[in-house]
C-alpha cells in the first residue's frame, strides 16, 4: 500500500511513545508527507521519561519524519481554541499545497476526570469536550472544506475508544466525549460522502503509551513509587484481561489508521474499529 503524493495532519503527535507519533511515522513510512500539531505543554504536564530523554515534542517527531526521508510541518496548536485550529488547517494547505488525510488523535490529559459524576468538575467536563469532541469537529470542518474544495477526496481517521462503546464508572467525561466522536464520525461520513471523503473511528482498547495521567501520578505517589512503576503495573493487569495477552502498542492502532486512509478502505465509512486484543466485541 501507498501513500506517495498524499499529505496527512495528524493531531496529538508530539508524545514520545504516543499514537499520534506512531501514526505520523507509519503514514510517512508509506509515503506521506505530515503536517504535526501538539501543544506546548509545561514540563509538569509531561510524561518523566520524555523529560529525561529531553524529548521536543513534534520536533523530535519531525526529524525522525524526515529521517525515513518524507517532509514534516510541525506546527504548534491549541485544539481548545477554534481559530488555532482553522488556522492549523489552513497553514498545512498553504504549505504543502493540499491535505489528503486528517487524523484526529489528540485528547485532553486525562486523570482529573476519574472522579464519579458527583464530584466531576464542570470545568474538567468542559475541557474534555472541547479537546476530545469539539476539537475533532473543527478539525473535520475545517479539512473537510480544504477536501472539498480541493476535489481530490479524502480521508478523516477519528481516535475514539472502547471508552465510546461502553463506559465505566469513574468515566463520565471521557466517555461522554468519545461516544460523541462516535455519532461525529457517523453524520460526518454521510455529510462527505457525495465529496468521495470517508470519515471512520479507530477504538482502541488500552494502550501501551506513557501517556501522561494526573491519577495515576497521584496513585503513584500514594504508594510511595515512580509514576512508571506505576504505569507498568496498570499495563500489566490490563494486558492479564487481555484475551490476546497484551495491550495495545501505539503501533498496532497506527497499522489501522494507515489502512483506514489508504486505498484499499475505499468503500468504508462512518465504522468504528476496536484495536483491543479481544476484550470488547461490539
Ligand atoms: N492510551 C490509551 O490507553 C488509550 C486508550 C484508548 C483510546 N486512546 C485514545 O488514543 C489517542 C491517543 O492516545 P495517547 O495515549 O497517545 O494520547 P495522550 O494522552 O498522550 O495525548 C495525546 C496528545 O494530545 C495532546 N493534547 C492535549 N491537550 C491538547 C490541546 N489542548 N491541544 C492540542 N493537543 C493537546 C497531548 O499533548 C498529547 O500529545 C487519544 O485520542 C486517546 O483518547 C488512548
Known sequence: MSLEGKVALVTGAGGMRGVGRATALKLASLGADVAITDVRRPVDDLPPGEVRAEWQSIDSVAEEV??????????????SDGEQIAGLVAETVNHYGRLDIMVNNARAIIGRDKVPVTELEEAVWQHFLAINTTAVFLCTKHAGREMVRLGHGGRVVNIASNAGKQASADGAAYSASKFAVIGLTQASAMDLA???????????????????????????????????????????????????????????????????AGPDAELITGQSYNVNGGILFH
Open 194 to 260: 457525495p465529496h468521495g471523503i470517508t470519515v471512520n473511528a479507530v477504538c482502541p482498547g488500552p494502550i501501551n503509551t506513557d501517556r501522561m495521567s494526573y491519577w495515576e501520578r497521584e496513585q503513584a505517589a500514594r504508594r510511595g513509587i515512580t509514576q512508571e512503576e506505576f504505569r507498568s503495573q496498570v499495563v500489566a493487569a490490563s494486558a492479564e484481561r487481555t484475551p490476546l495477552g497484551r495491550i495495545a502498542e501505539p503501533e498496532d492502532v497506527a497499522n489501522l489508521v494507515a489502512f483506514l
Open 66 to 79: 524526515r529521517n525515513l526521508g518524507r517532509q514534516a510541518l510541525p506546527v504548534y496548536a491549541d485544539l
